[in-house]
């Protein structure tokens, strides 16, 4: 702005003294906003904008990679740019196509770019396509987004993020990390499974101001995510694959990670959490007929036989369909019935056909235990009104199984090593998969489908890179692996994927989007301590996820709660569940899994909360139903009979009531009383507390 001198000769004007201060609160405002607003979009209609300044002809985009020994900011804005809008196949969702194209080398880098307009969300993935007749200079160092972020204010920066799963009780633990400039917090999972042990790809990125941005990385394999606090009111951001060097062959395509961002502003970072709880279940979540599918209460067929009997190894057509009819007898019935490894071909009681890990790559039913294969189990399952779920694990063949004899040429074999990695990069090998599990899934009468992934597939993929080709494999195998499964959904509209890689280790946007993880954590079977740390962690990015339920106890039960669930107690002997207790615990089930499709609140720390001296508790809020749950747990070791707790997302003027089902009492408090804090108690060691509320009709 420029300022006359005084005596300079130019004409004065002089303002009232209203007008005065609405000026100034106009430049006030306007510099409030010229320095929060490149931060965080508040709504949908500014993260459009933001898509429209970041992704604009001359405008370095927020991606980044390395081209023939070159950043891609020092040449990208001279490229050709167009821009165009794509058909949309869902609803609330822009879809814009962003091509940047070289017509020196032929490269083009598609950026297919999704906005939302129910929430403050907006995702992006490459596609780098080789146009010309000739091999590509170098690709490499791809980031899907390299970008900062300038905060509201100066502040605290706090990366919150959470442990993979490697089947211990802190699998998803969460971990809340106080930044500073200069250093960055470096995120990668090990061994080629996108949530395996080291990293978790959700994250939260805490901005002073009250503000933030959600993450979400969509790569089920090895990814990578590079946070740091660049200064005082600074953050930049960098994720995708962690190797990849490569030329491209002409006409070859190949396509990135996705990258997912949740603008969210609020006085408590768990807004940001449950809006992308919400985003998850509108735009992540598997849809039948229009709406979000929900996940089953899962039964087993009973596994675990004496020895030499392992898993499923024993089951034979007359025993399975004998355990449907005692469940339907005992009126236990599950929502689906699972049928778990070693149903197929070599399996069995004899040792000396190997275990059910050996015969993998066997995918024909075993005649000897079902010699009119396991239509006959299935129909004995739709005649109670349930439906079927079989295991599969395609990718990993075992050394003399039926597709290494058949079709060795579409495995990769790594010396040492007793696994084969089934190449989904490979066309033929994708098509024939496909067609073989879609016509057992149509045959056997399947209507879920249970995926499994045993080991590490990194070493397989780096060994079968070429130089100046690497990455490729994995590319390619994760671009199979995500048309495998859109096939079998579009093949079968009703079809549900369960995901599951030794456990939890393959939870990310793109499995997330096509599947859920009904069994999260191999960690020790039954343990409700554990099971309680994996609901905890979890809850703050996703809101369907599963674990086994194996006592009826209200400590136990409680501590396998979720949007999903797996009844593992015994039916057949002494050993077994009272059958009253198990009828009452599956009620109980469907009417406490709506609430876990809410809001979600933790009412205890996150540190420190996998002893077995502690308490842990949290709750979940329909703020639509004006209802919710708080389930508390005191664990063995902790002296305290007492926790002090302080629920959220209430409505402070309006009255609730509380129900403590161990008890049967009933009560009633302000929704301000709520949220200021109250003590509940729970005299016994190894005991649980549920408090079930709702709004009590009045004021609005």
Known sequence: MQRTKSGSGQPKTKK????????????????????????????????????????????????????????????????????????????????????????????????????????????????????????????????VIDQSFDAAEKGEFILHHNKGSNAERWDFQPIDEKMQTGKNIYMTPVGGRSSDNTAFPFFNIETPGSQGIMVAIGWTGKWYADVMQTGGQSVSLKSGMEKMRLSLYPSEEIRTPKISLLFWKGDNRMIGHNQFRQFILAHHSRKINGKYAEYPLSGSFDYGDPEPCGEYNCLTEEFAIALVKRYQQFRILPEVFWLDAGWYTGCGWDKAKGGWWQNVGNWTVDKERFPRGLKPVSDAVHATGAKFMVWFEPERVSPGSMIDREHPEWLIKLKGSDNYLFDLGNKAALAWLTDMISNLIKNEGIDNYRQDFNFDPMPYWESNDKPNRIG?????????????????????????????????????????????????????????????????????????????????????????????????????????????????????????????????????????????????????????????????????????????????????????????????????????????????????????????????????
């Open 16 to 143: 009232s003294f209203p007008a005065l201060i609405i000026i100034f609160v106009i430049l006030f405002h306007g510099i409030i906003y010229a320095q929060s607003q490149p931060m965080i979009p508040e709504n949908p209609g500014v993260v459009h904008h933001w898509v429209e300044q970041h992704f604009a002809k001359g405008k370095v985009p927020p991606f980044s990679f390395v081209y023939g020994g070159k950043k891609s900011d020092r040449f990208i804005r001279n490229w050709n740019f167009r821009s165009e809008k794509l058909p949309s196949d869902e609803p609330n969702a822009e879809k814009l196509l962003y091509t940047y194209s070289d017509n020196k080398s032929g490269l083009a880098v598609k950026c297919t770019v999704i906005c939302f307009s129910d929430f403050p969300a907006v995702e992006w993935v490459l596609k780098f396509s080789n146009t010309s007749k000739s091999n590509t200079p170098v690709i490499e160092k791809a980031a």
């Open 472 to 700: 490729i494999s994995e590319i390619r195998h994760i671009e199979g692996l995500y048309a495998f499964c859109d096939s079998l959904l579009t093949r079968f509209p009703n079809l549900l994927i369960d995901n599951c890689a030794s456990g939890g280790r393959r939870i990310d946007l793109e499995t997330t989007s096509r599947s859920s993880p009904l069994w999260r954590t191999d960690y020790q079977y039954g343990e409700p301590n554990g099971y309680q740390c994996h609901t905890y962690g979890l809850n703050f990015y996703l809101p369907i996820h599963g674990t086994a339920i194996y006592k009826t106890d209200s400590y136990t039960f409680r501590s396998g709660l979720g949007a999903t669930a797996v009844m593992n107690w015994e039916v057949t002997g002494k050993a077994s569940e009272p059958i009253p207790a198990i009828q009452k615990r599956i009620q109980d089930y469907r009417n406490l899994r709506p609430y876990f499709y809410g809001d979600y609140y933790p009412l205890t720390q996150s540190r420190n909360n996998t002893g077995d001296n502690v308490w842990l508790a949290y709750q979940m809020n329909r703020p639509t139903q004006k209802d919710g749950i708080i389930l508390a747990f005191r664990r063995s070791g902790s002296n305290s009979e007492s926790l002090f707790i302080k629920p959220c997302g209430l409505e402070p003027n309006n009255n609730y009531e509380l129900f403590y089902d161990d008890y049967g009492v009933r009560s009633q408090k302000t929704g301000l009383e709520l949220m200021d804090g109250f003590e509940i108690t729970i005299p016994q060691r190894t005991s649980s507390l549920l408090i079930m509320y709702h709004k009590l009709p009045g004021k609005e």
